[in-house]
């Protein structure tokens, strides 16, 4: 990943680690020589103070100055040189301190040159000095002790430089090394850090794309395991929210569905109704305003007429009965009223009623003599069903005429079906059988009578009771057919 935190801790924390000891390593080089050798001047004054105290009370000439000299020259690691100008009596600890004796008092009596004066007191003086035979520099301070003593302090600066140099490898060593161990360090602590972030950096990614079966599962009690925490609740909330809105989403899609749907229908119902309806009422009008007129005055033309605004009206009247059925149906409105009763009787019956029809259209019904079948459904309706298809087979029987009734037991249902002799229904008319106002035949059901709402009201009897329906083609004729659960 080219923007990693991992890496940007990782850069981050090193640099700072090398940065520090490399800025360590300069100030050591460019300050810390000032640094010792403010120190050293601090440790000389120090010590002309003692050494001050303790020629006040004592004799340069006795052993107890001599050891209170040697503990300061030890206390400060400098070397000491002690004179009496009268009695030339002389302490000291030094290497050829006859050559510091005499550049002692070259120093007081002859002065020095001011430019590298350090200290420039009354009682005391010091400056940096080169020894030309060893080419040392020394930092030296000398005076008058408050008892007339002269004195001469000096330190090696060689020492300084020695130190800065040991101090400087040793800092780079350790610099080194510290620059290892925090490189391995930094790793190890940044990939501890980043990989709970890198988690949730994994989830918000599946969330982005809408998978919410990813949680954060860290156990610890960091601010990272709040926010992975809360990322788990938000994402439980963003799948309902989500489901929720797809629920409302879909029935909303369902409605619109629905009402356009309805729309259709109700157009395409009012036109049926309007086209259905426009051929009995001009027949009506046109009847009964011959009559009015008196075109035909002989009994027998009247009666004609009359009786055509019969059948129109009769026929107007089954057809809103059918109407107000079928809307009963689609809508819910009727109560289906499940009942045991026998299929077998229910058949026989009806088409014992039906036996002048039969016998007018010159049909023959065969059915076998089925023993009772009970089985599950509003009785009526079934009935109903069952005259449509019987009904349909008595006005499209040909050739043969023959009408042929089954009751066929199967594994948990009875399959009822009529069968007629004659032409097979079109292909592409199958599909809309069952459609309102739909006619294969348009001029053969107005002869009959027919409105094409039959089927529809058997479709929408079927589908309240939850059973199969259907019809099959076959070469000599057509058969229509339905299911109920056996009892």
């Not at 009223?337 to 016998?359: C, G, Q």
Request: charged share 25%.
């Amino acid at each position: 990943m080219k923007y990693s935190m991992k890496r940007q801790f990782a850069f981050i924390f090193i640099s700072l680690i090398t940065g520090t000891i490399l800025l360590c390593l300069l100030l050591n080089s460019t300050l810390l020589g000032t640094y010792y050798l403010n120190k050293k001047k601090n440790a000389l004054v120090s010590a002309y103070r003692s050494m001050n105290a303790a020629s006040s009370a004592g004799d340069i000439t006795s052993e107890e100055y001599d050891i209170e000299l040697k503990k300061i020259c030890e206390k400060y690691t400098i070397q000491v040189l002690v004179a009496d100008g009268e009695s030339e009596a002389v302490k000291y600890s030094m290497n050829d301190p006859q050559t510091v004796l005499r550049k002692l008092f070259d120093h007081i009596f002859l002065g020095v040159d001011e430019e590298r004066l350090l200290l420039n007191t009354a009682k005391y003086k010091m400056q940096v000095a080169e020894d030309y035979r060893t080419q040392t520099e020394y930092i030296e301070m000398w005076g008058v002790l408050d008892n007339g003593y002269f004195f001469m302090l000096r330190s090696a600066l060689e020492g300084i430089r020695e130190s800065v140099s040991i101090s400087n490898h040793f800092l780079a060593y350790v610099g080194g090394a510290a620059v290892l161990v925090s490189i391995l360090l930094i790793m190890w602590l940044s990939n501890r850090v980043t990989k709970p972030i890198l988690e949730l950096a994994k989830i918000s990614e599946r969330m982005k794309h809408l998978d919410f079966e990813a949680k954060y599962t860290g156990e610890d009690k960091t601010e990272i395991a709040i926010l992975g925490n809360n990322i788990n609740e938000m994402s439980e909330a963003l799948e309902s929210t989500i489901s929720e809105l797809k629920t409302a989403n879909n029935e909303l899609l369902k409605d619109i569905e629905r009402k356009d749907k309805l729309d259709e229908m109700r157009k395409e119902f009012l036109s049926n109704v309007s086209h259905e309806l426009k051929t009995p009422i001009a027949l009506i009008q046109g009847y009964a305003e011959g009559l009015k007129e008196g075109i035909s005055d002989d009994a027998e033309s009247r009666e004609y007429y009359c009786d055509v605004i019969i059948d129109e009206a009769s026929r107007m009247n089954a057809m809103v009965k059918n109407l107000l059925t079928l809307n009963q149906l689609e809508e819910g409105n009727e109560i289906v009223n499940m009942e045991r009763f026998d299929i077998t009787a229910l058949v026989k019956n009806y088409i014992a009623s039906a036996d002048i029809l039969i016998k007018q259209k010159e049909l023959s019904v065969r059915m076998e003599d089925y023993d009772p079948i009970y089985v599950w459904g509003d009785e009526f309706r079934v009935e109903e069903v069952f005259m449509n298809y019987f009904t349909n087979a008595i006005n499209y029987a040909q050739k043969d005429k023959i009408i042929d009734v089954r009751i066929v037991k199967e594994e948990n249902s009875v399959r009822v079906s009529v069968f007629n002799t004659g032409e097979p229904i079109p292909q592409e008319s199958v599909e809309h059988l069952w459609e309102k106002f739909y006619k294969v035949d348009k001029a053969r059901t107005r002869a009959y009578g027919g409105s094409g709402i039959g089927l529809s009201i058997v479709k929408a009897i079927m589908e309240s009771m939850n059973q199969e329906y259907g019809v099959v083609n076959y070469d000599n004729g057509v058969e229509f057919w339905f299911r109920l659960d056996m009892a």
